[in-house]
């Protein structure tokens, strides 16, 4: 299925208005439908895996905003490191000591998000609320000390439910922690962007305070069962 226009201006036009940023979410989407949208004006994508954002990145103009959104393997953040511009999923330490490393020897800053778990299911990844706090308070020389890396905000998935309330009450609380640290502003760490809602549950998202979405199939159509989605 190629781009649905329609729907990306629709999203468009609707998160301008709140001043929120689209992601659009192009994994298991071939290169021509990413080319599509981007000559519509989107420059910000998102992928999932290391390989295939590897494959697409040299096939597509120089000036696309490459998100990763996935979980990322300490071992694979080498393969991204050259041109990535913003991951979202920095789950440990030691996965952004890594970023930090990788970044340094291609003399670069990367920017990151935490990811806090407030959704229900265990297969969602992320730090839960104590661990946020130790790292942002009891930690946060160590992160003053990673001076190629530039924390930026949070990211969350909320439960995948058709319960509104859940979803609603899941964002208020990433809206809860994001506010908790907005007052951090040092050279590496500035909240500013809070990455939660996808396809199913944006405009929640966009309510309950959101900068940024991450939206694809409403884009670029459902994902094949053949594509494992």
Not at 50 to 60: A, I, W, Y
Request: hydrophobic share 40%; charged share 25%; aromatic share 8%.
């Amino acid at each position: 299925m190629a781009v649905n226009i329609k729907a990306y201006e629709e999203i468009i036009r609707e998160l301008g208005e709140k001043k929120v940023q689209l992601v659009a979410v192009s994994k298991t989407k071939p290169v021509e439908d990413i080319r599509q949208l981007y000559e519509l004006g989107q420059i910000d994508f998102g992928e999932n895996y290391v390989q295939e954002l590897t494959d697409k990145h040299p096939q597509l103009p120089g000036n696309i905003r490459w998100h990763f959104i996935g979980h990322l393997q300490s071992n694979k953040v080498k393969y991204i490191a050259p041109f990535v511009h913003l991951i979202h999923g920095v789950d440990s330490y030691k996965l952004l000591t890594e970023i930090n490393k990788q970044a340094l020897k291609n003399q670069r800053v990367i920017d990151c998000l935490f990811q806090v778990h407030i959704a229900e299911e265990e297969t969602k990844f992320g730090f839960d609320e104590k661990e946020l706090e130790e790292l942002l308070n009891t930690n946060l020389n160590s992160i003053r000390e990673l001076k190629n890396i530039r924390i930026g905000g949070l990211m969350g998935m909320a439960s995948c439910s058709d319960d509104v309330n859940k979803v609603r009450n899941e964002f208020k609380k990433m809206k809860f922690l994001f506010d908790k640290y907005t007052h951090i502003q040092n050279a590496n760490c500035k909240m500013q962007t809070l990455s939660i809602g996808m396809s199913s549950d944006y405009k929640i998202a966009v309510e309950e305070g959101s900068t940024m979405v991450r939206i694809g199939s409403l884009i670029f159509g459902e994902r094949s069962a053949l594509a494992g989605i």
